[in-house]
């Protein structure tokens, strides 16, 4: 626990940090930093916003991730998922309002990491994962489509459907130049890695597509064409003007972005986990990701998270410290320093291929596909936060899948919560354990219950209903066995007190509480429940509670 808030960098170096780890750390963050490179200006323009962003998010937001994170090998970066959150904030808000998100975004991260809830966000359900990764993977392919063919269009509608029926309706002006550089990038990323591991196939189709427009003067689309020149630096920080009626407009979508690069940052530290076998910090990694979008924001960058495939690209190569990730952040740095003024003339179609290749990654359809196989409520999830993200909006597509997925879960809580009678062997018990009721002799006038799984409030009325029921046969004593209760909630304890002070007021039956576990227990004797039913009416296992039973039938 003491180490809970430590950067793992400071660990190592204290720990001592091997000299022949250098290198492959030097290594990985060179090729990883080339990797990012393409993906970094893509994602950007995916964005909305200028390509400049993307690289100054990379390595800022990168650079702080690694020197602060709670991984060692995780890599800190655009990914994917954002396109789609960051596309509707800038459509609506503009770029300054995108940096308000992000800048408030980065507190809620770091609110979230001191509140401990690393742990807790890694229970978000996989149906809702996949659901909403799917449809962002569904929605980045098709804002692709324009670029990817060189439709002739001035705008692109942001609907889903609008979209595509524009679309359909501007066929007629494909640019095969276009199309055949879009194709060629798709065949290059996927397949050059038969010939070599060491350099990103997209960074070659990068290079080659330019060189063949530059050189055979094509008439496709470029960075220049649309965005001009890019700079080659990284701009003064700058802090965004913040007003509350600001706050209020952007408070959801920056919740968004929290809650997006939580999820996908702590799985990117999970992933990386097994494959290096090792155990991160998710409390530090949410401060450091806050960090990060902080001071991105601050620099003129976007929201930033842990980066998968970059994290495990990191791996492969070699990369088992944060300097890895650090060294990927100085590669962009000078890349944009001293080669970022050819970037301009990178054709948007090349683009367009790159990131159709990373839709495919993201889509997840194989378990798409397995999860609709599943369990109902899963396959619920699934498709309504699929078809959510993909017709109305990221946001609400979260909200309400994690909403959902709550219901679904405290109805299977629900059900698996029962009160049942144990006396007259009614119901077997497992024929091995050692306090099963039928191991005892229950007296004449007696009757044993036991209340099995969770007494939340989604179970609370069913139990309530339960004891009514029982009470209404007015047994001399009421033995409540609570030993299968593993929680207690605030309607939990106001039911079983209103029945249990119900009982008692008809002075028929009286009541014993027997087995309840330590946690459940502080929450009892917090209430009035103890002088209910009487201090010594607790018992703390069968035995006893048969034995305090004994005693008053003779009294």
């Known amino acids: 626990m003491k180490h809970t808030f430590r950067p793992k960098l400071f660990s190592i170096l204290q720990e001592g940090y091997p000299k022949q780890q250098l290198l492959p750390d030097i290594s990985a963050g060179v090729i990883v930093g080339i990797v990012a490179l393409p993906l970094a200006i893509a994602f950007a323009i995916a964005s909305g916003v200028a ?9 800022v937001a990168g650079f702080i991730i690694s020197v ?16 789609v959150i960051v596309y509707g904030i800038v459509e609506q808000y503009g770029v300054a309002g995108l940096t308000i998100a992000t800048f408030l975004a980065g507190f809620m991260l770091i609110v979230m990491g001191l509140a401990r809830l690393g742990a807790v966000i890694q229970f978000i359900p996989h149906s809702l994962t996949v659901g909403f990764t799917s449809g962002i993977a569904l929605i980045i392919f098709s804002s692709q489509i324009k670029d990817f063919l060189g439709l002739e269009m001035d705008t692109v509608p942001s609907e889903f459907l609008e979209k595509w029926r524009f679309y359909l309706s501007n066929l007629d002006s494909i640019n095969p130049y276009a199309t055949a550089i879009a194709i060629g990038t798709i065949l290059i990323t996927l397949y050059f890695s038969k010939i070599t591991t060491k350099v990103p196939g997209s960074l070659v189709a990068i290079v080659l597509s330019t060189l063949v427009v530059q050189l055979a003067h094509l008439p496709v689309e470029t960075i220049a064409s649309r965005f001009g020149n890019i700079p080659s630096g990284i701009p003064a920080p700058t802090v965004p003007a913040i007003d509350f009626a600001t706050v209020k407009n952007l408070i959801e979508p920056a919740f968004t972005i929290a809650l997006l690069g939580a999820i996908e940052s702590l799985l990117s530290a999970v992933v990386a986990d097994g494959m290096i076998g090792g155990n991160h910090r998710s409390n530090q990694e949410l401060v450091a990701q806050g960090t990060a979008n902080i001071a991105s924001s601050l620099f003129g960058g976007i929201p930033a998270t842990g980066a998968i495939a970059r994290t495990a690209t990191n791996i492969k190569n070699g990369g088992r410290s944060p300097v890895a990730g650090i060294i990927h952040a100085i590669t962009l740095l000078l890349i944009m320093l001293f080669v970022g003024k050819w970037a301009k003339l990178i054709p948007l179609s090349c683009l367009a291929g790159i990131l159709v290749v990373v839709a495919y990654n993201m889509s997840e359809w194989r378990s798409f596909a397995a999860i609709l196989k599943g369990p109902g409520a899963d396959v619920l999830v699934l498709l309504a936060t699929f078809l959510l993200t993909v017709l109305v909006d990221l946001t609400v597509a979260i909200e309400i899948g994690m909403v959902l997925a709550a219901f679904l879960f405290m109805r299977r809580m629900a059900q698996i919560s029962n009160v049942k009678v144990i006396t007259n062997q009614l119901l077997q018990e497992e024929l091995d354990d050692p306090e099963a009721t039928d191991k005892f002799i ?5 009757e044993v219950y036991e209340v099995n799984g969770p007494l939340f409030f989604g179970a609370a009325h069913n139990f309530k209903e339960s004891l009514n029921i029982i009470g209404k046969k007015s047994p001399q004593i009421l033995i409540i066995r609570m030993r299968q209760v ?5 309607t939990g304890l106001h039911n079983l007190k209103e029945v249990l002070k119900r009982l008692a007021s ?7 509480l027997s087995g309840i576990q330590a946690d459940v227990y502080e929450e009892i004797i917090k209430t009035d429940i103890p002088s209910i039913i009487g201090d010594s009416n607790i018992s703390a296992n069968i035995q006893e509670a048969l034995a305090r039973a004994k005693d008053l039938l003779e009294s």
């Open 51 to 59: 390509p400049e962003k993307g690289l100054i998010t990379a390595i």
């Open 68 to 83: 602060f994170g709670g991984s060692r090998v995780q890599i800190g970066g655009l990914t994917g998922a954002f396109i």
């Open 442 to 446: 229950i007296p004449k006038g007696v």
């Open 486 to 490: 593993p929680i207690i909630d605030a």
């Open 506 to 512: 008809s002075g028929k039956t009286k009541i014993i």
